[in-house]
């Protein structure tokens, strides 16, 4: 099968344990996992077309959403200012980590390491390091939404390079990040970067 010349980087960006997974969804009573709720709650009619395929789960998609809606209602009914801050800082929250519109440099390393690892593959911190500032480099030249191209279809060194240059890419606290998102490395990477990727 072809693969197509871009690849969101939602695809990319595979969390692995809870505390990953939680940077997306939020902390349980967060206001983030309250905007998520919320969300889902309001989709729920679409998800039971695309997904549901027992009467019980029709049956609870569509409790969701009339509970989600009652909620709206009730926060209506009684100008209850906090219920519509609330979901506004978690909708906020939310915006500052989707993988399709934030620049956020933790995306992009979770989305490198999860590229330069696939089928097993060993790799090194400088390796993903660089994967990742090319990515960004990459997301940056294509716009919205963040796509990271497919090998063949990269922009050119030189396009990378004045990205990385202008956007001041390489001094990012890399190795921080890193840390704080739990990233571990073999002692020795395979050398060479993955196919369609240059080096610096």
Known sequence: MKLP??????????????????????????????ALQMLIGLYAPLMRKAFAKTPKEKKELNALYDKTI??????AR????????????????????????????????????????????????????????????????????????TPGHQPTRQQLDAVIKERRLKTIGWRARIKKLGLKFPDKGKRGRPTGWRKH
């Open 5 to 34: 010349a871009f690849l969101p980087l939602r695809l990319l960006v595979r969390p692995s344990d809870i505390r990953i997974l939680e940077r997306f969804r939020g902390k349980s009573g967060s206001d983030q996992d309250f």
């Open 70 to 75: 009652q909620k709206i209602r009730e926060a």
């Open 78 to 149: 009684h100008n209850d200012a906090e219920f519509f801050r609330k979901w506004t800082r978690g909708c906020e929250a939310l915006t500052a980590i989707d993988p399709d519109s934030s620049l956020d440099p933790d995306n992009f390393l979770l989305a490198a390491n999860n590229f330069c690892t696939v089928g097993g593959r060993r790799t090194s911190q400088t390796e993903v390091i660089r994967t990742t500032i090319d990515f960004m480099a990459a997301a940056i030249i294509k716009g919205f939404p963040n796509r990271i191209p």
